[in-house]
């Protein structure tokens, strides 16, 4: 079946514009997490969905950060104002639930000129 | 919060060789050890994990063992071949817990044919 899918798969935007990263996760996966993943650098989490649930937005860097998740399916992760050090790697990934695997997508390359 | 380290940063080998990638992580509450492989251009890709009431598991060449005591877990694969050549994270997190992994920085893994 369809794994998980992120839009677009590169990003090329100027400092201090917004941008807008979209992920459709596997059907019927509860579980929803955002990373970041730098250069030479580990997967950082940003945010995660469970369910209805109200989400773990622990990770997130800064109040530029912010995501969504509409009907329980996609999410959309949104910088504002972003800066050169946004630049990085954000990867999706979902889950039946939080007990279960993670699946990731193939990940969105921000540049941030 | 849990810190987990990874040990080496890039690893070289010859086809056919052993491969072995260490991970220490810092929060005794974690239970739960996943390793991904990473391809160039892909999201990471789960290919063992561990729990904490085991010491160790296989699945063919690749063996994940467990020291609970010392707070360490290394990732061990046999026979290398070509294909084998990737990034590979560790993880640590707590099950019962968010299950929010905390990754090491990688390690990647070349496999000279």
């Known amino acids: 079946g369809a794994g998980v899918s992120q839009s677009p798969s590169n990003k090329v935007t100027e400092k201090g514009k917004d941008v807008e990263l979209r992920c459709d996760p596997i059907s019927g996966h509860t579980a929803l997490y955002w990373y970041r993943q730098s250069l030479g650098q580990g997967l950082e989490f940003l945010i995660y969905?469970?369910?209805?649930?109200?989400?773990?937005k622990s990770g997130l860097p800064s109040d530029r950060f912010s995501a969504e998740r509409t009907g329980g399916s996609v999410s959309t992760l949104t910088i504002q104002r972003t800066q050169q050090e946004d630049s990085a790697v954000y990867l999706c990934?979902?889950?039946?639930?939080?007990?279960?695997?993670?699946?990731f997508g193939p990940g969105t390359r921000l540049t941030v000129t | 919060g849990e810190n987990v380290e990874q040990h080496p940063s890039t690893l070289s080998v010859q086809e056919g060789d052993s491969a072995v990638i260490k991970c220490t992580y810092s929060?005794?509450?974690?239970?739960?050890f996943p390793w991904y492989k990473q391809e160039l251009g892909k999201g990471p890709q789960l290919i063992i994990d561990i729990r904490s009431n085991v010491g160790e598991k296989k699945d063919q060449r690749i063996a994940v063992t467990l020291n609970k005591t010392a707070k360490h877990f290394s990732l061990h694969i046999t026979e290398t071949q070509p294909e084998d050549s990737a990034v590979y994270f560790c993880?640590?997190?707590?099950?019962?817990?968010?299950?929010?992994?905390?990754f090491g920085r990688g390690t990647s893994l070349i496999v000279h044919p």
């Open positions: 990934a979902s889950s039946l639930s939080y007990l279960d695997e993670q699946y």
């Open positions: 969905f469970q369910g209805n649930s109200a989400p773990d």
């Open positions: 929060d005794s509450a974690s239970n739960y």
């Open positions: 993880a640590a997190s707590e099950a019962g817990g968010s299950y929010i992994p905390t």
